[in-house]
């Protein structure tokens, strides 16, 4: 029968009282407790493309978390992230228990009308993680069950898989499938945007790279022959002496805003540091005095829009999406110095990608490094025509930029080994050193902490998670606190995954900021429901 090996051997089992939900990164978990839910994964990756008819990616990785847990997640046709009505149909799947499993699918198969007997097509990726590669033979494993066809692509970062599998549904018109098709792809689109700089600062070539010890250093190794040779990338923390993640990496050097372990600085030495499967990028630097600066996916974002915004034409329109954890001083940047539209939406990068596609040209970026550029179909029409038509050079030229722009960047996914070279490239065509980008604007001192609750339900969020609306009494207080200080915001909203409240505040000096968010993380301990004992001071 069609099920005769759904139920398979004791490994698979699914282990008592672990319940698992699908989010934002698909399921993580320490990686000893993952076989049967990958295996299930591979089951839903199969009906998922019986059901669009179409290429499905499956990507083995937990990004930032330490080594020794693992995940999965789905990758959508076009490289977007898995859908959120069938986000409910894998986490049915990975808790359903041994024998249930066969019914699940039939449930599936009958609510999101999928036909068994279609043909299943699903692509595979996996980070270097020890235990990666036995849990994708798990993945191919439920594949097969269910006579699907796939294509093992090994070791890739988590973009690269989510590029792939656009360009396999897309016949190719996004790109060659293969990992030479993209290293050809953005390499050529780099090299181009490089012959129309015109500055030739030997020093401003050097970059180093903290690569988190995972697939990114693999990856940007097998690039680097596609570079011309004045192109000086150095890679750090390669994953041949350390463990993935440990002291070092984006998320590492984000939340601890210190250098990674493994890379000694120099005084303005230009510096960034992917996370485990290369999907997020922060820059930073040591200044003469040997202070550390930061420069994260809001000030990203902000360099890309002023390239943009010079070259492109009055008539396209074009805004930057961010969530409330966006520096205050980033948004009156973009709003009042560079005059581009800037929204706010929910956290979680499939709210950003989102609201990016409603304008011709969309950039998105959370402040963790995670972001992309977004044209619209018509954008890319028209900016390729203007390449290659335009009489007047000036915008000829400008037009030929974007085009390389839009070669260069993954539309697809937050993509760290992309995203670098559009940063290099700006830097390179605007003469800007890391100093001069940093010196944009200055970030608001800003603090984030978090406050354990009995259940985090009880918080209820409005207006993109910066207003709360239950518990009653608690959005009076914040306003309350915030009138007390200059410059000054906060807002608070439940995990995604624990019973605990985020806080996050700012103000005109780091002194306040810390006050302010310890104030409002006392009044969502008394309103909220805390566990344990009260917040103390910072």
Request: charged share 25%; hydrophobic share 35%; glycine share 8%.
């Amino acid at each position: 029968g069609q099920f005769s090996g759904v139920c398979r051997s004791k490994d698979n089992t699914s282990h008592e009282g672990v319940s698992l939900a699908y989010g934002t990164a698909g399921f993580r978990a320490r990686a000893e407790l993952l076989d049967h839910v990958v295996f299930r994964m591979g089951l839903l990756a199969a009906l998922r493309s019986k059901a669009l008819a179409a290429t499905i990616g499956i990507m083995v990785t937990a990004s930032h978390n330490p080594e020794e847990d693992n995940g999965v997640k789905l990758v959508d046709p076009l490289g977007e992230m898995l859908h959120p009505s069938w986000e409910e149909y894998a986490t049915q799947l990975a808790n359903a228990e041994e024998q249930e499993l066969q019914k699940v699918i039939t449930e599936i198969c009958q609510k999101a009308a999928v036909d068994l007997h279609k043909d299943a097509s699903v692509f595979i990726g996996r980070d270097t993680r020890p235990s990666s590669k036995k849990l994708s033979q798990s993945v191919i494993d439920g594949i097969q069950v269910l006579g699907g066809q796939y294509h093992d692509y090994g070791l890739v970062t988590t973009p690269q898989l989510h590029y792939m599998v656009c360009c396999q549904n897309t016949q190719g018109q996004y790109g060659k499938a293969t990992l030479e098709g993209y290293y050809e792809k953005l390499s050529k689109a780099f090299m181009e945007l490089m012959k129309q700089s015109h500055c030739s600062g030997e020093s401003q070539k050097h970059l180093k790279i903290d690569c988190a010890n995972g697939i990114g250093a693999l990856k940007l190794s097998e690039m680097k022959p596609y570079f011309p040779p004045e192109v000086l990338i150095h890679i750090y923390n390669d994953g041949t002496k350390e463990k993935l993640n440990h002291l070092c990496g984006a998320d590492f050097v984000k939340v601890h805003q210190k250098p990674p372990g493994g890379l000694d600085m120099k005084p303005n030495e230009r510096c960034c540091s992917f996370d485990g499967d290369a999907d997020r990028i922060v820059y930073y630097y040591k200044d003469t005095a040997g202070h550390f600066h930061l420069i994260d996916g809001d000030k990203i974002a902000t360099l890309i829009s002023i390239f943009l915004k010079e070259l492109l034409a009055k008539d396209f329109k074009m805004a930057v999406v961010q969530t409330a954890y966006a520096n205050g001083n980033s948004t009156r940047y973009l709003q009042e110095t560079l005059k581009v539209p800037v929204h706010c939406v929910k956290t979680g990068v499939k709210h950003l990608h989102h609201k990016a596609q409603e304008f011709d040209v969309g950039v998105y970026f959370e402040a963790n490094g995670h972001g992309t550029v977004l044209f619209s179909k018509a954008a890319e029409t028209k900016i390729r025509q203007l390449a290659k038509e335009e009489k007047d050079d000036e915008k000829r030229e400008a037009a030929k930029m974007l085009e390389n722009m839009i070669d260069m960047i993954n539309q697809t996914v937050g993509d760290a080994v992309s995203d670098m070279l559009v940063i290099e490239a700006i830097l390179a065509l605007k003469g800007l050193t890391v100093q001069q980008w940093d010196a944009l604007y200055t970030d608001l001192p800003n603090r984030l902490l978090k406050v354990q609750v009995a259940d985090r339900r009880v918080i209820d969020t409005t207006d993109a998670e910066r207003r709360a609306l239950t518990p009653p009494g608690l959005q009076e207080k914040i306003d309350a606190l915030v009138k007390k200080y200059k410059l000054s915001r906060a807002f608070v909203r439940p995990s995604g995954t624990e019973d605990v409240v985020r806080i996050y505040a700012e103000a005109d000096t780091q002194e306040n900021a810390d006050a302010l968010a310890h104030e409002v993380s006392l009044a969502v301990f008394h309103l909220a429901g805390g566990k344990g004992a009260p917040p103390q001071p910072i």
